[in-house]
């Protein structure tokens, strides 16, 4: 009975060294799949225009395709109202944030009559969101992150009906809406970005190692472009090419579920960016060694001078005081790091003086330039100032 058992466990511990093995060897016979980092171009555009653009852009997120039943009473709420549609608001930076939550007049024209109704702008959030959520993915898959660059992530302005006469709702069919619309805006932009979201099937394959249990998928596709796994739970522990035809992801979770990658495409043909009605924007910059350390003021210059897509600002003067000068609005495209920052208790300003031509893009742009200065320098606030 004992060399029965012995003769067991030893077969068991025989498969499970060759099977630790094989991990090895599959290992050492592949190459890394693996990239450091990757530009991002946003863009909005027109609608019906989509189509032109597959393959390199793709809307951030289905929200353009969203449509309500506005003649619908039992879904309507007086704290979220009923989703009309989203305008691209070309103002600057103060305009945007006073009309959010805003409330306007308006009339919409039934087969009933006229009704009076009220509208509220409300900035898309899910484009932030979408934001955050590329960024928990490069963690996933262990890659470093960068600051997007997306002046137009503020744009956005969804329009909600949040009031409107009680005889409104025995109405069949809507004929017209009309409402306050006292900016510069367009109708029918979606915003874009060079990311398209991918549903694979792959081939499953769970090895046991000295720890733990770890889960291989498989997918057949150009190894050269650059995917993102999006595990459920769990994090995307290495990556490999296999046969040169074949990446091999491994994590530490299952996936029950299809598989889902992001794929981060290339720029957009310059040809084809000429019929762009708006300037692309990104995050591309010129490679620096960028030291973690702020020494000197030298450092903080380079960095802005590395960043290619922040239009005619430049960066005239460095200050640690501010004399009584107004510190320009913007927000932080970072701030789902904000308890990073918090970790590092009261951090010292820098105040910096910009020279650029002013534009509705101007704040943001400048708010990207501080978060990324700020993702790179933790222990220091920086803070645009108006110009004089």
Not at 48 to 63: A, H, M, Q, T, V
Not at 126 to 134: G, I, P, Q, R
Not at 161 to 180: A, G, R, T
């Amino acid at each position: 009975m004992k060399i029965t058992a012995l003769t067991t466990f030893n077969n068991i511990r025989n498969e499970y060294t060759e099977k630790l093995s094989n991990i090895k060897n599959d290992i050492l016979n592949s190459i890394e799949y693996n990239f450091k980092e990757y530009n991002i171009y946003t863009v909005p555009v027109r609608r019906e225009d989509l189509k032109i653009y597959e393959g390199c852009l793709y809307p951030f997120s289905e929200n353009y395709l969203k449509k309500t039943d506005l003649l619908d009473k039992d879904i309507f709420t007086e704290e979220n109202g009923l989703y009309l549609e989203e305008l691209f608001v070309k103002e600057n930076f103060d305009m945007i944030t006073a009309l959010n939550n805003q409330t306007v007049q308006g009339i919409i024209a039934t087969d009933n009559g006229l009704f009076s109704a009220k509208f509220q702008f409300r900035i898309n959030r899910e484009y932030f969101e979408k934001a955050e959520e590329l960024y928990k993915i490069t963690e996933k898959n262990k890659i470093s992150w960068r600051t997007l660059n997306i002046p137009y992530i503020m744009k956005f302005i969804s329009v909600y009906l949040v009031e409107v006469d009680d005889d409104y709702w025995d109405s069949k069919e809507i004929i017209s809406i009309d409402y306050d619309k006292k900016f510069d805006y367009e109708q029918n932009c979606v915003l874009c970005w060079n990311i398209r979201q991918l549903e694979c099937k792959m081939n499953e394959m769970v090895k046991p190692t000295e720890e733990r249990l770890i889960y291989e998928y498989f997918i057949n596709t150009d190894i050269n472009r650059k995917y993102l796994m999006v595990p459920e739970s769990g994090e995307v522990l290495a990556s490999y090419i296999m046969n040169y035809e074949q990446i091999k992801f491994i994590t530490d979770k299952k996936i029950n579920n299809k598989v889902i990658l992001w794929e981060v495409l290339d720029r957009l043909d310059s040809e084809l960016e000429k019929y762009l009605d708006y300037h692309i924007y990104s995050n591309e910059n010129i490679k620096r060694d960028r030291s973690k350390i702020l020494s000197d003021t030298k450092q903080i210059k380079d960095i802005v001078r590395s960043l290619n897509d922040i239009a005619d600002v430049k960066l005239a003067e460095i200050f640690t005081e501010n004399k009584n000068r107004k510190i320009l609005t913007g927000f932080r495209f970072n701030s789902f790091l904000a308890e990073e920052f918090q970790i590092k208790g009261k951090r010292e300003r820098i105040y910096l003086d910009f020279e650029y031509s002013d534009s509705y893009l101007t704040n943001e742009i400048l708010s990207y330039i501080q978060s990324e200065l700020e993702l790179q320098y933790k222990d220091f606030e920086f803070l645009a100032l108006e110009q004089e």
